[in-house]
Nanobody
Framework: QVQLQESGPGLVKPSQTLSLTCTVSGGSITTNYYYWSWIRQPPGKGLEWMGAIAYSGSTYYSPSLKSRTSISRDTSKNHFTLQLSSVTPEDTAVYYC????????????WGQGTQVTVSS
């Protein structure tokens, strides 16, 4: 059973960089052909895909967030990370990590989500 767990600070100040880690257990993040995504849901709004890192290490970003987003991984720790720079209160959301078994597949595993609030 694959499990994903998000971790990181729950409060970030405006203009700072938000950093979150998704630790994966029960499967390797380098296994063909899985993609590992970051998704967020602001209060009262729908889910927004932010970006993903593939089993190969290739990265993909939402065009609207690309200039502020970086996704990386540490294969020795079997985790991948999200960095979102220059945050504003509009970046307040529940942040999720999730897996898809292919680039155009539905998500099959999700983390429980972590609340991040951007406030001074």
């Amino acid at each position: 059973q694959v499990q994903l767990q998000e971790s990181g600070p729950g409060l970030v100040k405006p203009s700072q960089t938000l950093s979150l880690t998704c630790t994966v257990s029960g499967g390797s993040i380098t296994t063909n052909y899985y993609y590992w995504s970051w998704i967020r849901q602001p209060p009262g709004k729908g889910l927004e895909w932010m970006g993903a890192i593939a089993y190969s290490g290739s990265t993909y970003y939402s065009p609207s967030l690309k200039s502020r987003t970086s996704i990386s991984r540490d294969t020795s720790k079997n985790h991948f990370t999200l960095q979102l720079s220059s945050v504003t209160p509009e970046d307040t959301a529940v942040y999720y990590c999730a897996r898809t078994p292919g680039p155009y597949s539905d998500y099959d595993y999700w983390g429980q989500g972590t609340q991040v609030t951007v406030s001074s």
